[in-house]
């Protein structure tokens, strides 16, 4: 994309962007899903748009999981060291104190992928006596993890100080970055102010994105953790106990330590707020929809062809040609390009209802046997979920059944996630509503011309106009009681699936064509970083 030089960018709030995992590149082994995509995408946008925002990151050693499945068809983790020749060393290293020890934290920055710059804290030093810190992202349990956060979050201050970074505002993804916070107040305190001044003079400059809508996903610690780690940086009991509790809930600790905080999609605000109701004197909440960095992500073809009334779908067929031989390398299953294919890839998680379409036998029989449909998954299930990888064993037990037309790729990535958003003819989502924040990689396949098939759920609701561009199903039904929850949207969903999803493809290619065509024109804009930048720059840092 070419540089957006359109309006000078002086006097804009410089932004220091934390967060714990960056999805740039798929050899850069620093993400785990789509937190991580969101961030790296926000970067690179940042960089294609002339807005001064940094990131502020770990350097991990071991990074995500590489979930493979294993010959009992369950999925393994396994981890390898890697090693990186495009970071740079900056020179500064700062130290930080976990458990009353010093530890070292080398700082890095990278700057080649969409020439996004990120700074990244490493504590991989051979005079470290925790130098397992940034081995792990998102390994192991409670006191790794609040150690992980003391360095993303602490040390990333003082990385920004040894820097000589000039910082605005402070902009904390997700609430793993709240130490940050805490270093912020210490500073004031060390130049003199009261806790309460530093508190309220911290609440200006930092604003805060919440993620999770799922209220066990919201991260919290035993005040006692906090205190031994030293995660509470000079704090006392009472004073972090009057922010957040005990356990020390970190996303209300955010809401708390901000001065504005947004979810990430409207829907998603809605259910932030009811969440987040009973917390005082906490940042309000506004939605700004996710965005994606649509050259990482969108085959450039498809939206000239979707503005000039170009052909479609040979572009389409192409990238659909290019799934299937990236399937046949990967499995050796070839699926077949006269057949509808759907695209679906998560994290393993129950709400997420992975199988879904598996659950009448007989009507999956009648597609899958027959060669009316062929589906490819992907997702790795958190490493410590054995439900996840129950439900991803379960795939893989599908792909056995029908292994013509049923593929699991295992150690879902960004390769993965490229391919399937572009060469699939449907992106299928079908989460319990409204436990999906918002999902971005249904943007990138409706900007691919990939036609989405979804509940109403995270971003779906603002873009879905059914039967244009795209198809909803379950019309935003939601119950406490998930089994009624569930038998509602399946009904709904083998009826817009066998009533419209497979009759427009067979019979109305030329319905079908259009409807890639809207679905294109409606998304390209609004769901590109772009809006995002401006929003987040006009509601959360310059307000
Ligand atoms: C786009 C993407 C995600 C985020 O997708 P969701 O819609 O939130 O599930 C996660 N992982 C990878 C590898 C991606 O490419």
Redesign the pocket.
């Known amino acids: 994309m070419s540089k957006d030089t359109s309006t000078p960018k002086k006097n804009l709030p410089k932004v220091a962007y934390f967060c714990m995992e960056y999805?740039l590149d798929t050899a850069f082994k620093a993400?785990?899903?789509?937190l991580?995509?969101?961030a790296g995408d926000y970067l690179k946008g940042a960089k294609d748009h002339d807005y001064p925002v940094i990131g502020i990151g770990i350097k991990w050693k071991q990074g995500y999981t590489d979930q493979l499945i294993g010959k009992n068809d369950y999925p393994y983790d396994s981890y390898h060291n890697y090693q990186y020749d495009f970071l740079k060393d900056t020179g500064v290293t700062v130290t930080v104190e976990i458990k009353r020890q010093k530890v070292k934290c080398k700082v890095w920055e990278i700057d080649c992928f969409g020439n996004a710059t990120i700074y990244l804290l490493d504590t991989d030093l051979p005079e470290n006596p925790e130098a397992w810190t940034t081995g792990q992202l998102y390994g192991w349990f409670g006191e790794e993890r609040v150690a992980q956060e003391i360095v993303l979050g602490i040390g990333g201050v003082k990385a920004l100080r040894a820097l000589n970074l000039d910082i605005d505002i402070y902009h904390f993804n997700e609430g793993h970055a709240l130490f940050a916070g805490f270093e912020l107040i210490r500073e004031k305190m060390k130049k003199g102010m009261s806790y309460k001044e530093a508190k309220k003079a911290t609440r200006k400059e930092v604003v805060f994105t919440t993620h999770t809508p799922v209220v066990q996903g919201n991260e919290s610690h035993p005040i006692e953790r906090l205190m031994y780690m030293g995660a509470n940086n000079g704090l006392s009991e009472k004073q972090l106990k009057k922010i957040a509790g005990d356990p020390f809930n970190m996303t209300v600790a955010a809401l708390k330590l901000s001065k504005v905080a947004n979810a990430v999609a409207q829907l998603h605000g809605e259910t932030a707020n009811k969440m987040w109701k009973h917390v005082k004197k906490r940042a309000e909440i506004l939605a700004i929809t996710n965005a994606?960095h649509t050259p990482t992500?969108v085959d450039a073809r498809m939206l000239e062809a979707a503005e000039k009334d170009g052909d479609l779908w040979s572009i389409h067929t192409e990238n659909k040609k290019a799934l299937i031989d990236f399937v046949k390398e990967r499995n050796g299953v070839a699926l077949r390009e006269d057949v509808l294919l759907i695209g679906f890839?998560?994290?393993a998680v129950a709400y997420?209802r992975s199988d879904f379409i598996f659950t009448d036998e007989e009507i999956a029989d009648s597609l899958f046997k027959e060669g009316k449909l062929q589906i490819v998954f992907s997702g790795r299930a958190h490493p410590l979920d054995d439900g996840g990888k129950d439900i991803v064993a379960r795939l893989v037990a599908m792909s056995r059944k029908y292994p013509e037309s049923v593929v699991f790729l295992e150690n879902?990535?960004?390769t993965?996630?490229?391919m399937l958003?572009r060469g699939s003819d449907i992106w299928l989502?079908n989460p319990r509503r409204p436990k999906?924040?918002?999902?971005?990689?249904?943007?990138?396949a409706a900007m691919n011309g990939v036609l989405n098939f979804s509940t109403l759920d995270?971003w779906w609701p603002e873009a879905c106009k059914h039967g244009e561009n795209g198809w909803q199903f379950g019309d935003g039904f939601e119950c406490k009681k998930e089994k009624k929850q569930d038998a509602h949207d399946l009904k709904a969903f083998y009826k817009v699936l066998l009533n419209e999803v497979l009759p427009t493809y067979y019979e109305d290619k030329k319905k079908w064509v259009a409807m890639m065509r809207q679905s294109i024109l409606d998304t390209k804009e609004y769901f590109a970083v772009k809006r995002m930048l401006d929003e987040y720059y006009e509601l959360l840092y310059k307000a």
């Not at 993400?31 to 789509?34: D, N, S």
């Not at 999906?436 to 990138?444: C, D, H, L, P």
């Open positions: 999805g993400y785990a899903g789509g991580g995509i969101l994606i992500w890839s998560r994290r997420k879902y990535d960004m993965i996630g490229r958003t989502n999906e924040a918002s999902g971005t990689s249904g943007m990138k995270g």
